[in-house]
């Protein structure tokens, strides 16, 4: 760690009288408004803008983790990140001139006057800068009301070449930038500010048994907010050790070994040497603490350690312990800024929920990661961030920039409220595709289900594991693929080969909201594609479904009519939003080879255009253009 002396640079001193008279204001409800990332792990250069309650979603290796480890350097709130080393600078092979840099600006001051904060803005101390909602920037000068005062703490970090090691640094920023490894002087945060932030972290790679032990930080604090240390309890205890009953070393089956270390060390040594002893602890107040281990039991057992209960049980215990931590600390008055990484972990879904909306109530900011549909779903659209990493460019774009407003058409409040869970998974995939109608999207899912259980694995398709797809409100493509857009990059669609789905497709290249526009053939809908996919063994398939449908159809022809139609007068036996023949018949697919291979052709082709690869099973239909028309080959 740099060690420079901490001084002033130019900033305006205010009179002692001035501390005294306004270090009994009341403190605001302070919260990170904003985290920047430079050459930190996977990511060039990236930006975060959080609200009072973030939930960051996104697929794997998109920088959530990256997110919370740079939030726990810059803030200094737990030991989550290992000691730095060149693979935490990006490209792994920092030059001399590489930095690492973190900013994170804090709001929440209660007042807008840097003079009412001495702790935060004077001499030795931060510069006051102003964050601008609208512009999602800082800026040196106020220019209006909705600008509100900021202050920014930034961890800055380089590799030595010589004696190969990170020097590090958390100073505050000065109104120029700069390069704190190339001053003879900078402004360090003190703690006493990083614990008045009062942010904690809780990441994936927690050891839940520790968490309830003098081990784990976050404990030490909950027992410092209550009543404090139990200073006498331990000393009467460690002195208990030092001493105790019946000591281990004159037990007959171990003092005679103990007794022979003795007698040599006497003779080697002469009878001023130390006698070896044997105690259960270290016999220092440390060692007790650290000696200490949670135990459970009801009352038909005897305690048992921690580590040897259900992570669930366990689990439950370290979070209301943290909610402890969160209510002790509000009532006091300060703030509680919770960055939590997936908390569905090892936790039922029924109480994945709870938790949060617990933590979210009693914290004045959360900041989360997960891969829970559940828990994303609980959020409002606009408080989840979609992260996406390019190259090194990270961003994370709210679901939603503003809350629906009254006149939303149906089609998108289904997508954000009624769906929400599935819109959630399938915004976490690297790409998300649109289909044309509700009965799409089950068909779609049913074929992937054909592709993955039916054969254990053994057809290659990456469908599943890249492409998101989205239960669309029927005929409602065009307004679903511009709201999506405009949250993730990789949006494509898929509409049918009739005259409307050839509309669809004008109508989205004119308004460029996706990436490229998948079409069945001329006068194919969905159900053709099913059509298409019994065909590869369509007497084996028709055989089981004439015996597991209600009534059988036939031959094929007769059941695309059924497919097509809804149960009505004129088609009594119309099967269109009939799910449980629709599974009737996705079961009968995976039970034969050739209709999973066929359906595997499908997904798989979608796969490749949505990701940007060669495939046989689509081509383009208007070479040149920015957004592609591509029509499935049967």
Known sequence: MLRRPIVGLGRTVLPQSSHRKIYGRARGIMRIALLEIENFRGIRSGKVVFGDHSVLIGPNNSGKTTVVEALALVLGRD?????????????SDPAANDRLKIVATVIGFGTEDPADHPDWFRDGRGVPFWFDPATEGVVPERANDTQTLACQIIFSARFDR????VETARHFA????IDVFGEESFVSVSPKLIRELGLFIMPASRTWDRMLSFSSELFRRVVRSADGMPSDTVLEERDRLRDPENKLDEDPRFKPIVDAVNDEMSRLMGDGV??????LTSTDSVGVLEAIAPHFSNAAQLPVPSKRQGNGLISLQSLFLLLHFAQKRIEEGGSFMMALEEPELHLPPSVQRRILARLQALSTQTIVTTHSPLISA???PTSLLIVRNDAGSLNAKPLLRAPLAADVSNGVRKLFQINRIETAAAMMSDRVLVPEGRF??????????VVELGDGGEINCSFGSHVGVIPTHDSCVEVTCAS?????????ALVDGDPAGHDYSTALVQAQTCGAILRWPDGWTIEDAIAWTIQADEGAVLAILNTDLPTAPGDLATLIIRLKAKRSGVEPNGLKDDRIAHETIANALARRTA???????????????ACEKPTARFVHQNQGQAVPIMVFVP
């Open 174 to 177: 000065d109104a120029d930038d």
């Open 162 to 165: 010589d004696s190969l090691e």
């Open 440 to 449: 799409d999207f089950e068909w779609l899912d049913l074929l992937l289900r």
């Open 79 to 91: 030991r989550l990140v290992r000691s730095l080393t060149e693979h935490d600078f990006f490209g």
């Open 595 to 609: 209709c999973r291979n066929r359906a595997a052709q499908i997904l798989q082709g979608i796969a490749d255009v």
């Open 484 to 492: 999506l857009s405009r949250g993730h990059p990789h949006v494509i």
């Open 274 to 279: 130390s006698a070896l002893r044997l105690r």
């Open 378 to 380: 609980y959020c409002e």
